[in-house]
């Protein structure tokens, strides 16, 4: 009876703690036209593990993850003979911290207007859209 109580609780557990898991945030896709040719930029956001993969027209080719500490992540891929870039800002990484670190970080964050959680994107170093998450 003792190993069935066990079992049921380790089971409601496992549960819970998966139902507790961040979602993705996706930013909405955009376009943007480049040398005639017509680009949709998308990207999602992994909360729990501070992974970014960032598609272009649908082919995820840019992925990495946020250094500790670190809101700044740049992210580079070859693609249809053009290079892109994923130059992306994300202001929660460091207000999400806790703590007295997270509230300075937060307050230079709202002084600077720079809290917003973005990737700008580039096509051979012109910048084309922004995408917000």
Do not use: W
Request: net charge neutral; proline share 5%.
């Amino acid at each position: 009876m003792n190993k069935l109580i066990s079992l049921i609780s380790a089971a409601v557990v496992a549960v819970a703690l998966t139902g507790c898991a961040a979602k993705p945030i996706v930013a909405q896709p955009k376009n943007a036209d480049f040398e005639g040719t017509n680009y949709e930029f998308a990207g999602v956001y992994m909360p729990d593990d501070g992974k970014v993969t960032l598609t272009i027209n649908g082919d995820p080719l840019m992925s990495g993850k946020f250094p500790p500490y670190t809101p700044k992540l740049i992210l580079k891929a070859k693609y249809a003979d053009h290079d892109f870039e994923g130059n992306c800002y994300f202001g929660s990484i460091l207000g999400n911290q806790g703590g007295a670190f997270g509230i300075i970080a937060s307050a230079v964050q709202n002084a600077k207007s720079s809290s917003a959680d973005r990737c700008d994107m580039y096509i051979s170093g012109k910048k084309l859209e922004t995408l917000f998450f």
